[in-house]
């Protein structure tokens, strides 16, 4: 069955069949160079859910940007039924600085729903939420560790909610935390319009992993192709083994300041008491060993090579359901 109805996304209209890129410009340069922020739209000639990627809500969380970019590329994009959105850089203000703020210093991620008449970043999040969020069934939004924090590949998805668990279910990436929604958030304002957005978390700032990227990209094959999206060209990836639940972490701190170095031991299972990683003093008086403190899954790590006393340096499981 077909649908003749347009679907418009500020103010530009997009038919069943067309593709159209809106270059979305909200706020000129404080050099007056104008900045785009491109959303690229694909629809299918036939009628089907409306599903959104997106990334850079923080300007330096590259890794997502890298996957929606291989969405793109390899035409993973073009839906056999329905619409798929692409968003590569939210924050295209904050990319181009490398920074993961607003120019005026706010965090994208904490000003939903906006404002109209608001600061820069009110008035992006108002344009979000008003212009694309209403049109959108399903979304995964694309982020990375702040700072040199790395993140094992995971979806976040709020608590009590059996629609987004049988997604990330599907998604199956190696982990799935659940996570209450931040006030302020894109996650957060997006299921208050009913969107069914999960939260993919990979890599660290400032940095493209080629296996995070891989593992966001297969997931998306494996959601696309539960909502009967994926075009036949594409072959979805099989399910390897089930992804790990995760409902009790906590972080591990640094007893002193100093150099460190992690074991890499990210994403491993790990018992009591193994080191992954030590902290050093630069003169070679002392080595002091950082041990887990419960068996778990090491699901970040702090990748700064000096580190100060209090620092969040791993953050580990210590209760994992399949």
Request: aromatic share 8%; net charge positive; glycine share 8%.
């Amino acid at each position: 069955m077909k649908n003749l109805k347009p679907i418009v996304i500020f103010g530009e209209s997009i038919f069943p069949g067309e593709s159209k890129t809106i270059n979305l410009e909200i706020a000129r340069l404080h050099t007056t160079t104008k900045l785009n922020i491109p959303i690229i739209v694909r629809r299918s000639k036939i009628e089907g859910p409306v599903v959104l990627f997106s990334a850079g809500i923080h300007g330096d969380e590259i890794n997502g940007v890298e996957i929606v970019r291989q969405l793109i590329s390899k035409k993973i994009n073009r839906p056999k039924i329905g619409t798929i959105i692409c968003i590569p850089i939210i924050n295209m203000y904050g990319f181009v600085n490398k920074s993961r703020e607003f120019p005026d210093g706010r965090d994208l991620n904490r000003v939903f729903p906006g404002n109209k008449t608001g600061s820069l970043a009110s008035r992006f999040a108002f344009h979000i939420l008003t212009e694309i969020m209403p049109i959108v069934e399903y979304a995964v939004d694309f982020h990375a560790g702040g700072a040199s924090r790395f993140n094992a590949p995971q979806i976040r998805l709020s608590p009590n909610n059996a629609d987004l668990k049988i997604l990330a279910d599907v998604f199956n990436a190696p982990f799935t935390l659940y996570s209450k929604n931040i006030t302020g958030s894109f996650r957060n304002a997006a299921e208050k319009l009913n969107v069914k957005m999960l939260l993919f978390e990979g890599g660290k700032s400032l940095d493209i992993n080629t296996a995070i990227a891989e593992e966001g990209v297969k997931g998306v094959k494996r959601l696309l192709s539960h909502l009967g999206m994926l075009d036949p060209k594409q072959i979805p990836d099989k399910q390897k083994k089930a992804t790990i639940y995760i409902e009790k972490s906590g972080w591990i701190r640094a007893k002193c300041s100093g150099l460190f170095q992690d074991y890499n031991s990210i994403g491993a299972f790990v018992k009591k008491g193994t080191v992954l990683g030590i902290i050093t003093d630069p003169f070679g008086k002392f080595e002091r060993k950082v041990k887990a403190p419960n068996d778990g899954y090491v699901i970040n790590a702090n990748h700064s090579p000096i580190v100060y006393e209090g620092d969040a340096i791993y953050h580990i499981s210590n209760m994992a359901e399949n």
